[in-house]
């Protein structure tokens, strides 16, 4: 396969290098002028075209010239100088870009459209270089979008996250030639989105927020110094209801009987900031204090680009073809399992996780992997940083420290590892990597009961916990990178599932048995994803904002200039 597309690579450039050298011969023996459609080639091998300035003609070019072959006699999206239907339909996708997530300036939409007055009827069937060059524009332009729309705007690698290649690379050639014949321009574009049901969800949730925020009357929330509780007079309490009820926290109109006092801030309205705080991330209390203010006066063009910056992720992930997979949601400090042998593309188990800090960029990583173990009962291997910078000075602080913990000093494997006496001189061979610490199973061990293993170049994988209280808390990242779960049971139950000998009953028995660690491989490796989507639609389609906790909503706002302005994700 490698041998034939390096040969097909070898053959298109001697066929540019000979068409370049032919025309140059030609017009330096002053030979007629070529015909049409080899000067339309000519143009793409030296990069004339209109719509170059983009900058990936180059990785389109190919594409263009088997569009464009000598073979070819009519222009794609004209017909006799007069855009065919195709072309007409095609121009409305590209001037409705922003409905998809992206962007018309990305795909010249107005300066073609423009163009098109250059452009006359003509009743010769040979186009003219006029048509070829407009009709070559809407083409590149067509090529990109079909490109952007399946696979997204930016390498996600660029940005440090470890998605392999997002999708295998696409020849759009055979998409663009259909769309050129095809009466369902849309649904042909539609068909080769990101094939997800959130992703869907997240479409119709842009084009509801690009309403809302052309809505002038849901601007100039005032704001307030002390918090405002139920019962409190506040002049901003009519305009707080109208942005409410069009957010959807709120009816369109009160229960009969129910009072509204216009400046009051009531229990009716503070029923609709408990709602609005539950889709923000934010603590439900029901008062207006000084992190729900400014999460209700985040303007909705902002939320509008944080909607694109999801679908742009989304778009990132590779073809799904597991029937069974995990999805963590960094900044949701979610856990969603999937199960689509039931014919139903909601989650079966949800659950709620601590991921790594933002304190001192703990992040945990954005990645996939295969989940092939499950581990019960697990040691756990203190990584050398921890071990050197929290463990070590604890243990020479307090030496029944390591007693109370069940930290030994160990050299070898899991199993069999020699154990070494906790001394000074050997805490310092941890310290120097010639020996490592590790906790033994119990209660009190950081990884909970169960650990579930998909290596991975991080040594990120996901467990459980003994510090259950820490699930209670809204935001929780609070751990080195790896990714702790409220469910671990739960979470064996669905990886294990089909698994012979192995039911919740099972789980739950050997999870309580103090029979030390037992490793299981899975019969069937489960892909992990995990993601980072600071916006997500519930079952009911309602949208769940999350904070940036990382900053890389701004990072890819910033990859984007300059269509997407990282000032506007500002907090």
Not at 59 to 79: E, G, N
Not at 197 to 208: E, M, P, T
Not at 229 to 244: E, F, I, N
Not at 485 to 509: C, M, N, Y
Request: aromatic share 8%.
């Amino acid at each position: 396969m490698r041998n034939t597309k390096v040969r097909s690579a070898h053959t298109t450039i001697v066929q540019l290098v000979l068409l370049v050298v032919a025309v140059s011969t030609a017009g330096a023996q002053g030979v007629p002028a070529m015909p049409p459609m080899r000067w339309l080639r000519h143009e793409i091998a030296v990069g004339s075209l209109q719509g170059a300035s983009h900058g990936d003609l180059p990785r389109f070019r190919p594409s263009l010239l088997r569009l464009y072959s000598d073979s070819a006699t009519v222009p794609l999206w004209f017909s006799h100088g007069v855009l065919t239907q195709q072309g007409g339909l095609l121009m409305t996708e590209l001037r409705g870009a922003a409905t998809r997530g992206l962007r018309a300036t990305d795909y010249d939409a107005e300066s073609i459209a423009r163009g098109l007055a250059d452009v006359r009827s003509s009743t010769s069937a040979t186009p003219d270089t006029t048509v070829l060059r407009a009709d070559a524009w809407l083409t590149l332009s067509a090529l990109r979008f079909v490109d952007h729309a399946h696979r997204g705007r930016v390498d996600p690698r660029a940005l440090g996250f470890a998605l392999d290649s997002q999708h295998e690379r696409h020849d759009f050639a055979p998409l663009v030639a259909s769309l050129s014949r095809t009466s369902s321009v849309q649904r042909t574009i539609d068909s080769i989105e990101p094939p997800f049901a959130r992703f869907r969800a997240l479409k119709v949730l842009l084009s509801r927020y690009m309403a809302l925020a052309a809505d002038s009357t849901l601007r100039d929330l005032p704001g307030t110094r002390a918090t405002v509780r139920p019962g409190d007079a506040w002049t901003g309490a009519a305009r707080l209801r109208r942005l409410l009820v069009a957010l959807g926290d709120l009816p369109d109109a009160p229960a009969a009987g129910t009072p509204t006092d216009t400046n009051r801030f009531d229990s009716v309205l503070a029923n609709g900031v408990k709602r609005f705080q539950r889709r923000h991330g934010l603590d439900a209390d029901g008062n207006l204090g000084p992190a729900t203010l400014a999460q209700l006066r985040v303007p909705l063009a902002r939320r509008v680009t944080q909607i694109e910056l999801a679908m742009e992720r989304w778009r990132w992930l590779p073809d799904i073809t597991s029937p069974r997979f995990v999805v963590v949601n960094i900044p949701a400090f979610r856990l969603y399992a999937f199960d689509r042998t039931a014919d139903d593309q909601r989650p079966v188990r949800r659950m709620d996780v601590i991921v790594g800090s933002a304190y001192r960029r703990r992040h945990t990583p954005v990645f996939t992997g295969e989940m092939r173990f499950v581990v019960f009962h697990p040691y756990w291997d203190v990584p050398p940083s921890i071990a050197r910078n929290e463990e070590i000075p604890r243990l020479r602080r307090d030496p029944a420290y390591a007693e109370r913990q069940g930290f030994e000093i160990v050299r070898g494997g899991d199993v069999g590892a020699t154990v070494y006496p906790m001394t000074s001189a050997n805490l310092q061979r941890v310290a120097d990597g010639t020996l490592r610490l590790r906790q033994r199973p119990g209660p009190g061990n950081a990884l909970g009961p169960v650990k579930f293993v998909f290596p991975n170049q991080f040594n990120v994988y996901l467990h459980g916990t003994p510090a259950q209280s820490l699930f209670e808390r809204t935001r929780r990242d609070f751990s080195h990178g790896c990714i702790r779960t409220s469910d671990p049971a739960g979470l064996a139950e669905f990886v294990l599932k089909g698994q012979s000998g192995w039911d919740r009953a099972r789980i739950d028995r050997t999870m309580l048995e103090d029979s030390g660690m037992l490793r299981v491989t899975l019969d069937r490796a489960v892909p992990v994803y995990i993601l980072y989507v600071t916006v997500m639609t519930d079952d009911a389609g309602m949208p769940l904002f999350y904070p940036d906790l990382y900053g890389h909503d701004g990072a890819l706002a910033r990859a984007l200039r300059p269509h997407v302005s990282p000032a506007s994700l500002a907090r």
